[in-house]
């Protein structure tokens, strides 16, 4: 019983994990996004196709500037996200120093 419960609590904080990842990331992402299609106005039905499919930033032809830009833009979701897994990073460390150790019991053989 405690081998499933520690497999289960492991699978419910990656899936809170991934949650917060996924929701900051895109949240910062499109933050990013507008910030590009301002800079680069004649390229944004390019920069909307690269949103939508990401690995388009190396087939499309886009200058340098906007290929670096983009790339930066992918480097502060994805800083930002994790920036934002440090509080929970804190509280997961807090929770679990204060948990007792428990030795396992030992049965006698017959």
């Known amino acids: 019983m405690a081998t499933a419960s520690c497999l289960f609590m492991r699978s419910l904080g990656a899936i809170l994990v991934v949650a917060v990842l996924a929701s900051v990331n ?3 992402l499109t933050t990013e996004f507008a910030r590009v299609s301002e800079l680069f106005p004649e ?3 390019q920069i909307a196709r690269i949103i939508e499919n990401q690995s388009l930033i190396h087939v499309l032809d886009l200058p340098p ?3 670096n830009a983009i790339v930066d833009a992918f480097m502060r979701g994805m800083r930002s996200a994790f920036i ?4 929970f990073s804190v509280i997961y460390v807090l929770v679990v120093a204060f ?3 428990i030795p396992l019991q030992q049965t006698k053989k017959l």
């Not at 934002?84 to 509080?87: E, H, K, S, V």
């Open 43 to 45: 390229y944004k039905s």
């Open 99 to 101: 948990i007792r150790h």
């Open 65 to 67: 500037e906007l290929f």
């Open 26 to 28: 895109g949240n910062k």
């Open 84 to 87: 934002a897994l440090i509080p």
